[in-house]
C-alpha cells in the first residue's frame, strides 16, 4: 500500500507539471480544437468554470452570422489539394478579385510533370463551348444581353517566384473549340514525385456574369459558385476501374457539372459591412470591420469545392440539431426577405432531410449546413449544391404545394452523393442526379406522406438513352434531364421493386459507407449490388446503364374458339425491349372467374393456352405496374372479343384522333 500511495503521489506530481506547462506553453486549449462545438459553447469554455451558484439563464439572443466555430480533426479524404484564397468583392464592377495559394499533391505511383486548372468563369465569355452548347441558357433561364462573365489569371508563380505563365496554354481535348477557356495547362519547373507536392501563388479577376447558370450576380446578390481556379482530378490506378493514371480533363459544358478531388479550403473574403455572408464550411473568427468593409475567414475540410453567396438582404436564422447519424450541425438560413416568414417551414425541412439521410446512410460529418434562398431575379442561382451550402428555389410569391420542400430537400440529398461519394459529374452524372432524384422521392414520402407516380413519370420518356455517357454527348438538354434525373431515378426504383425495400436500403448504405471520398463509377455499385444479393446483375445493367433500354411487357395478340367442352383461347405475351424480369398476367373471364399467372421474361415471348368454361374477356399483363421502366403501358391490356383487323382499325382510329388534336397545340 505505501508504494501505491507514493506513486499515485508521483503521478499526480506529473500530472500538475504538465497541466501548468501546457498553459504556459498554450497547449491547455489543444483539446478544443478536436471538436466541432457551437460558438456558445466554445465561449463558456474561454470564460471556464465558475465557483458561483447557479444563476438563471438569460434570454438567448438570436443567432448573428458572424459567430464562430472550430474544426475536427479526424481526417476523412486524401485531401490531395489545399487552398488558401483572399477574395474581394467589387459590387460596383461586379468584380471578385483573388490570391490563392495552392498546394496539390501527387497521388500516384509516377511523377506528374504538369498542372491542369479548371477555369469556369470562362464558361461565360463568348465562343465557349458552354455557352455554344447550351445558346446561353439554362433551366428556362436566359443569359441577359451584355451579361457575360469570365476569369483573367494575372500572376501565377511557383513559391519561389518563379513566373509560370508564359508556359500557360489553354487546351481543349472535348471539342477542340480554340475559343474556350475553362481548363489551362502548364508544364513545371520540376517534377512532382509520388507523395510529393508543389505550392504554387495565383493573382486572377472574376467577372461575374449576370446569372442565369448557376454563378453571378443579380442586383446586389453574389453567388460565388465554380470562381477561383480549381485543380482538375488526377485518377490513380484503380480510380473508377481505371488500370492507369492520369489526369482526367474536361471542359464546362452545357449539360455537364463538376468533378474534384477533396483537400482544404481556407477562404478569406472581403465585402461591404452590410452584407451577410453565407459559405462552405464554417467562419474562424469574428469579422474584421474597417471602413465600411469587412472581412470574414471560413475554414473546410474533406470537402471538393468551396462556394459563398453574399447580400445585404439576407434574412438570417440559426438552429442546432443532431440525431442518429447527424452528430451536431449548425444551420443556417439565408432567407430573401419575400420568405422570411417560411423560415419553420425551410427550417423543418432541413432537419428532417438530415436526420432521414443519417439514419438511411450513414453519419454527415460536418458541423454546418448552410441553405441560401435567392430573390427572384437570379432564379439561375437556385436549386444548386456545393459543400455544406446548397441554394433552394428562388423566393418567388409562398405556395401552400411542397415545391419549397422538395427542391430543398433534393438538393440537401445532393450532400450525400454528390458532396460525400463524389462521382465523376462530367463522365457518369447519373451517379450523381439520378441518386439524388431517387433519394429525394424517399424524402418527400417519409417526411411528407408525397409518394411519387412512377408509372406515370415513366410514361414521360421518350428518348431513353445510355446513363454512363458523358454529359455533352446526349442528345440534348432535354435528353440529358430526362434521362440522368428521371430514368436514372426508375432505373434504381425498378432495382427496389425487383430486390425488395431491405435490400435495397442495404444496397444504397453499402454503397455509401464503401464508397464516400472515393469517387466510384457505375461498375462500383454494379459489384455492390451483386455483393449484397449475390446475384449477377450484368443484364440489368447492360440494358437500363450501359445501353438506352426501357422495359416494354405487351399483350400481343388473344385467339380465342368455341369448342364443345367450353373455349380454349391462347394468349401470347411479348417482351420488346429491357432485361427479364418476373411480371404477372392477368385473365379475366365472361362468367367473372379469373386467374393469374407469372411469367419470367426469361424468353422474348410465350404462348399462354388456356381453357375454360366461359369466353376469355381480356388479358392484362403488369396490372398492377410493377415493371418501373415500362413506358408503354398502352399494350398491356387487350380485349379478346375484338377481331384482330377490327383491332387494327379500332387502333388506327385513335391514333388519327390523337394526332389531330396534339396538330392543334403549340409546342
Do not use: C
Amino acid at each position: 500500500m505505501p508504494k501505491r500511495r507514493s506513486l499515485r503521489m508521483l503521478l499526480f506530481v506529473a500530472a500538475a507539471a504538465v497541466l501548468v506547462l501546457s498553459f504556459r506553453f498554450g497547449f491547455a486549449d489543444a483539446w478544443v480544437d478536436q471538436y466541432a462545438w457551437p460558438a456558445s459553447a466554445a465561449s463558456e469554455l474561454e470564460r471556464g468554470p465558475s465557483s458561483a451558484a447557479p444563476v438563471a439563464a438569460e434570454p438567448k439572443a438570436d443567432p448573428v452570422p458572424d459567430a464562430k466555430s472550430k474544426s475536427t480533426a479526424a481526417v476523412l479524404s486524401n485531401r490531395v489539394a489545399e487552398y488558401h484564397i483572399s477574395v474581394k468583392l467589387d459590387e460596383r464592377l461586379g468584380t471578385l478579385n483573388g490570391e490563392q495559394t495552392v498546394t496539390w499533391k501527387n497521388p500516384g505511383r509516377k511523377s506528374v510533370g504538369e498542372l491542369n486548372f479548371h477555369l469556369y468563369p470562362n464558361a461565360f465569355s463568348p465562343g465557349s463551348t458552354f455557352m455554344k452548347e447550351s445558346g446561353g441558357q439554362l433551366r428556362g433561364d436566359k443569359m441577359k444581353s451584355g451579361g457575360e462573365g469570365g476569369m483573367t489569371l494575372t500572376s501565377l508563380t511557383t513559391d519561389l517566384g518563379e513566373t509560370l505563365l508564359p508556359r500557360l496554354h489553354y487546351v481543349q481535348p472535348d471539342d477542340s473549340n480554340k475559343s474556350d477557356r475553362t481548363l489551362v495547362t502548364f508544364r513545371l519547373p520540376e517534377p512532382v514525385k509520388p507523395g510529393a507536392t508543389v505550392t504554387l501563388r495565383m493573382a486572377y479577376t472574376v467577372k461575374l456574369p449576370d446569372v442565369f447558370a448557376r454563378m453571378g450576380k443579380a442586383g446586389d446578390f453574389v453567388m460565388a459558385g465554380q470562381w477561383f481556379p480549381k485543380v482538375a482530378v488526377y485518377e490513380t490506378a484503380g480510380t473508377r476501374g481505371k488500370t492507369g493514371e492520369g489526369w482526367n480533363l474536361h471542359q464546362y459544358h452545357g449539360n455537364s457539372e463538376f468533378y474534384s478531388d477533396f483537400g482544404i479550403y481556407s477562404v478569406r473574403i472581403e465585402v461591404p459591412e452590410t452584407y451577410v455572408v453565407a459559405a462552405t464550411g464554417f467562419q474562424t473568427k469574428p469579422a474584421v470591420v474597417n471602413a465600411g468593409r469587412k472581412t470574414l475567414q471560413f475554414y473546410a475540410d474533406d470537402v471538393h469545392d468551396f462556394a459563398w453567396s453574399a447580400s445585404p438582404n439576407f434574412e438570417y436564422v440559426e438552429d442546432s440539431f443532431s440525431s442518429p447519424g447527424v452528430p451536431g450541425v449548425r444551420i443556417k438560413l439565408y432567407l430573401d426577405p419575400l420568405h422570411k416568414d417560411l423560415k419553420d417551414r425551410y427550417m423543418h425541412a432541413a432537419k428532417s432531410a438530415l436526420a432521414k439521410l443519417g439514419q438511411w446512410y450513414g453519419e454527415y460529418p460536418y458541423s454546418t449546413l448552410s441553405v441560401v434562398i435567392p430573390p427572384a431575379d437570379a432564379n439561375g442561382a437556385a436549386g444548386m449544391e456545393y459543400p455544406t451550402l446548397v441554394t433552394g428555389a428562388s423566393a418567388q410569391a409562398a405556395s401552400s404545394g411542397y415545391d419549397l420542400e422538395r427542391t430543398l430537400v433534393h438538393e440537401i440529398a445532393h450532400q450525400y452523393w454528390y458532396g460525400l461519394v463524389a462521382s465523376n459529374e462530367f463522365e457518369e452524372a447519373w451517379l450523381d442526379e439520378g441518386f439524388t432524384s431517387y433519394t429525394e422521392d424517399k424524402l418527400m414520402s417519409s417526411i411528407y406522406g408525397v409518394l411519387p407516380n412512377l408509372a406515370v413519370e415513366s410514361s414521360y420518356l421518350t428518348d431513353p438513352q445510355p446513363l454512363n455517357q458523358y454529359s455533352w454527348r446526349f442528345s440534348s438538354s432535354d435528353g440529358y434531364a430526362e434521362n440522368v434525373y428521371m430514368r436514372a431515378k426508375l432505373v434504381l426504383s425498378a432495382l427496389e421493386r425487383q430486390v425488395g425495400d431491405k435490400t435495397m436500403n442495404k444496397i444504397m448504405r453499402t454503397y455509401f459507407q464503401k464508397y464516400k471520398f472515393r469517387h466510384p463509377s457505375s461498375e462500383d455499385f454494379q459489384k455492390v449490388v451483386e455483393s449484397v444479393t449475390k446475384t449477377k446483375w450484368n443484364d440489368f445493367f447492360l440494358s437500363y446503364v450501359q445501353h438506352g433500354e426501357m422495359a416494354d411487357y405487351a399483350v400481343e395478340s388473344i385467339e380465342s374458339k368455341k369448342t364443345n367442352e367450353g373455349f380454349e383461347s391462347t394468349v401470347l405475351l411479348r417482351r420488346y425491349g429491357g432485361n427479364a424480369q418476373q411480371v404477372s398476367v392477368w385473365l379475366q373471364f365472361a362468367d367473372g372467374q379469373s386467374l393469374r399467372k407469372q411469367w419470367d421474361g426469361v424468353q422474348n415471348h410465350i404462348r399462354l393456352q388456356l381453357r375454360s368454361a366461359s369466353p376469355l374477356t381480356y388479358a392484362a399483363i403488369d396490372p398492377g405496374n410493377k415493371v418501373v421502366l415500362d413506358n408503354r403501358k398502352y399494350n398491356n391490356y387487350l380485349l379478346s372479343e375484338v377481331p384482330k383487323e377490327k383491332r387494327s382499325r379500332v387502333a388506327t382510329g385513335i391514333t388519327q384522333l390523337l394526332e389531330g388534336l396534339f396538330g392543334t397545340m403549340a409546342w
